[in-house]
């Protein structure tokens, strides 16, 4: 699939739109339109509904070592600003970039790609941009500084695969042509840039007031786990659930709504008993990457990848990534939707006693009385008394944290389809079709009248009503009957109901399925009933 079909599709249907387009848009953010706000509530929806609502805490789940409790929490988005600091973001949590001097652009170190190649006696890595024709970009662009001409490739040694600029010698970057750069050696030594949104509370704009936008939703849930606890009668084993804005301030947002400066994560932090952990771990990495198939990314191109031990963050002894091969994205390169870390005890003991380095730089609004940087947690014991046993222990955590703008947007590529289907003179037409799974489907069903007279408009528009009722639907009586399908199979809609004339004689009307392209007569008393039954499945 081209990925441009796709973007123009979107916009076109009003699935996205790039934020403040009037003013031509602001890089890294982006507003869902009528159609894409149902497609992305409906996925938060999906996530709440089977990680939270239907969970069954009665219940050993397949693969569980035992049955557990789920909660919810939604937490503001400015945080005490320590809570950044003993999380590590404040310190930590920061992009290697890279700038180039020639064309006043800045990369991520670890995302800029390119391959090594000699020619005329000089051995340059040579950079893109492009991602969906790397190769060739690259040879182009070396064609270019080497002034050959396309008859000359064999001129060009190739010395190994395309790399990323981390993987290679800092002495080497003055051997690097930076996209578009007419003379290699253009690009700085690689720098920190800290990720966090700042901003300030109040009236006095000064370091005691500076806060920060959270880069993620997981604190708020450490910071509340004793609230929720004391509150509620939870019991270890639980998780607590949270959906939310992030922001982050990336460097190079890119690829549609995949790397944005705002989007929304679905994070569950599960709280259980250290000697259990592991299996509990193994339970939410396989639950997880299960719930995407069941919602129809069933193609091979999703995958569940475990960390390498050099992955690891220092607390954690197990991660794994439910990745996307996303069609925009270079050969072999596969994208994150979400992370599932075994975290151990991690942020509660930091959020409990402060672990961070006190070498790391302070956080001006947390200085002491004697003027030195604070460099402690909250003080508060977050440990659990387990009132069986009697014993007290600080929960082990497990964290499977999603983002639902990339799940958006594999649903979007995933279900992304040009197929055939006939015309209303029965003639085999080309289409293009998103061939969402229904529960995700922005509208669930369309009602059309066969023709705008004989009754049949008043008889639509009382099933639409009723439909409207119980699930999304659409009414629209316009255009050639066959326009109407199609214009509902590019918006995804899995089912159209249309009453023609046989509807006047017997009370029956006829749905037609998305996919199959299948049609069969209904009671318009079953209608409602059976389009429920099927999107809920
Ligand atoms: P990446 O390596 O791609 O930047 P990450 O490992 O930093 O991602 P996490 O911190 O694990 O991401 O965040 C959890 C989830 O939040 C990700 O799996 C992703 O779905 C989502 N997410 C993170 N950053 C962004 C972003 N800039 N835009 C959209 N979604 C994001």
Not at 176 to 184: D, K
Not at 429 to 435: D, E, N
Not at 446 to 460: S, Y
Not at 473 to 478: I, L, P, Q, S
Request: hydrophobic share 35%; glycine share 8%; with cysteine.
């Amino acid at each position: 699939m081209e990925m441009e079909k796709l973007v123009s599709l979107c916009r076109r249907r009003g699935f996205l739109f790039q934020s403040s387009e009037i003013y031509g848009g602001l890089n890294g953010f982006w507003d869902y339109g009528p159609l894409g706000v149902e497609l992305k509530r409906n996925i938060k929806n999906a996530w709440w509904q089977d990680m939270v609502t239907s969970h069954d805490d009665l219940a050993v789940l397949p693969g569980a070592p035992g049955s557990y409790e789920m909660t919810g929490l939604d937490c503001a988005i400015v945080m005490h600003p320590q809570v950044w600091k003993v999380s590590g973001h404040y310190d930590l949590f920061h992009d290697m970039m890279v700038d180039c001097r020639q064309k006043k652009e800045r990369y991520r170190f670890d995302q800029l790609r390119g391959r090594w190649v000699a020619a005329k006696g000089q051995r340059l890595l040579i950079t893109t941009l492009s991602e969906e024709n790397e190769e060739a970009e690259i040879e182009r662009a070396a064609l270019k500084y080497f002034k050959l001409r396309a008859k000359e490739t064999a001129q060009l040694e190739w010395d190994g695969d395309i790399v990323t600029l981390d993987t290679i010698a800092i002495s080497d970057l003055d051997k690097v042509l930076a996209p578009g750069a007419s003379e290699p050696g253009t690009l700085t030594e690689p720098r920190e840039f800290n990720l966090m949104f700042e901003t300030y509370c109040g009236a006095i704009r000064d370091e005691k007031s500076k806060a920060f936008l959270r880069p993620e939703t997981a604190q708020g849930i450490f910071v509340n786990f004793k609230n929720v606890l004391d509150s509620s009668r939870v019991k270890v084993p639980f998780g607590i659930a949270q959906i939310g804005k992030s922001f982050r301030n990336e460097i190079t947002p890119r690829h549609f709504t995949f790397r944005s400066r705002e989007f929304e994560q679905m994070e569950i932090e599960f709280f259980c008993h250290p000697d259990t952990s592991r299996q509990w771990y193994e339970y939410w990495r396989d639950r997880r990457m299960q719930w995407y198939m069941d919602l129809g990314l069933a193609s091979g191109r999703l995958r569940l990848r475990d960390h390498t031990p050099e992955e690891l963050s220092h607390y954690s002894t197990g991660t794994a990534d439910v990745e996307y091969a996303f069609p925009f994205m270079a050969k072999g390169v596969y994208g994150e939707l979400e992370g599932i870390a075994h975290r151990g005890d991690f942020d509660l003991r930091s959020h409990s006693e402060g672990k961070l380095d006190p070498a790391t730089r302070p956080l001006t609004v947390e200085l002491g009385s004697d003027g030195q940087p604070i460099h402690r947690g909250s003080g508060k014991d977050m440990t659990y008394r387990d009132e069986t046993t009697g014993q007290r222990y600080l929960p082990h955590v497990i964290e499977p944290s999603a983002g639902a703008d990339r799940a958006a947007l594999a649903f979007l590529c995933e279900a992304y389809t040009e197929d055939e289907a006939p015309d209303d003179q029965g003639k085999m037409q080309k289409r293009t079709v998103l061939k969402f799974h229904p529960r995700l489907a922005p509208i669930k069903a369309a009602v059309f009248p066969l023709v705008k007279k004989d009754g049949m408009p008043e008889i639509a528009r009382e099933i639409y009503r009723a439909l409207k009722r119980h699930v999304t639907a659409f009414y629209d009586e316009k255009g050639a009957v066959g326009r109407r399908y199609r214009r509902q199979d590019e918006a995804g809609t899995p089912y159209c109901v249309t009453v023609d004339g046989q509807t006047l004689a017997d009370k029956t009307v006829t749905i037609r399925d998305r996919d199959s392209l299948q049609q069969w007569r209904v009671k318009i008393d079953d209608v409602a009933e059976q389009i429920v039954e099927k999107v809920n499945r």
